[in-house]
């Protein structure tokens, strides 16, 4: 795995190194606080920056876009019970607006899948620090916290490589996951009432991999994933236009949907 440089991270996420706050309405009160020093920060405990992303508006990145960095640590990985080797990563999501904490969220990458990152929710805790009072030592507490807990992310991984689907439940996984993308909540009035493809629900299944290939949760749960965020399968809901369905382009609705996603499996446990 390699890490992003400083100038790397400059290139892909500018944002993340302004000075100053960048909303003019904020008070005399507010402490600024830059990412770069969250990174920095990061960086003295073993976590290195490896993606970095900032919101785009109108084509066109703002001075006080909202961002995200993932940092992985190489002296940290997760071993499943299937092979399947993964590494936490922390995510971090700031803006310099004057309005926003600093949110760390905890996921797991997947070297195999082209997605790779399942961000979950419930068991992988989301974390906040505000820019007021920021300190080294709260940012250590969050980490260290967060780090002591893999043992139970890595219960709930292994749990999902021992539970073995039907092809109904395989099923059911893959249309509540379409619906998610549509914009549809599962067991809805709306999802009740819409007819689907089955073919559609056959592309989101398609085993893409020879790693992914198999009925457990966590294969299963895998492939969904990948196709219902990486597009590419054909959305076929009846009464609407036939298209193929694209990649998630926006990191805070990919974020969203891999929530809802990674809840949707680990009910099935």
Not at 28 to 38: A, L, Q
Request: contains cysteine; glycine residues 6%; neutral net charge.
């Amino acid at each position: 795995m390699e890490y992003l440089t400083k100038e790397e991270l400059k290139a892909q996420c500018p944002v993340a190194f302004a000075t100053k706050p960048t909303n003019s309405a904020v008070t005399d009160k507010y402490v600024h606080i830059s990412t770069e020093k969250v990174i920095d920060d990061l960086d003295k405990l073993g976590w290195k920056p490896v993606e970095a992303i900032q919101r785009k508006s109108r084509g066109k990145s703002t001075i006080f876009s909202k961002h995200m960095i993932q940092f992985q640590n190489p002296d940290i990985m997760v071993k499943g019970d299937d092979g399947d080797d993964a590494f936490p990563r922390i995510l971090l999501t700031n803006s310099h607006d004057g309005m926003t904490s600093f949110q760390f969220r905890m996921g797991i990458f997947r070297l195999v899948c082209s997605n790779g990152l399942i961000i979950a929710t419930e068991e992988f805790e989301s974390f906040k620090i505000r820019h007021k009072g920021y300190t080294f030592e709260e940012l250590r507490e969050v980490v260290v916290t967060a780090v002591s807990d893999l043992p139970n992310k890595v219960e709930v991984m292994n749990k999902m490589t021992q539970r073995e689907l039907s092809e109904e439940e395989q099923r059911k996984l893959a249309l509540d996951a379409f619906l998610i993308r549509s914009g549809i909540t599962p067991g809805s009035k709306e999802a009740k009432e819409k007819e689907y493809d089955e073919e559609t629900l056959d592309e989101i299944l398609e085993v893409r991999r020879e790693a992914d290939e198999g009925n457990t949760l966590w294969k299963v749960f895998n492939r969904v994933q990948e196709a219902v965020t990486q597009g590419g399968f054909s959305a076929a809901l009846i009464g609407a236009k036939v298209r193929k369905v694209r990649k998630i382009k926006s990191f805070e609705k990919d974020t969203k949907i891999n929530q809802e996603l990674f809840k949707l499996a680990t009910a099935l446990i």
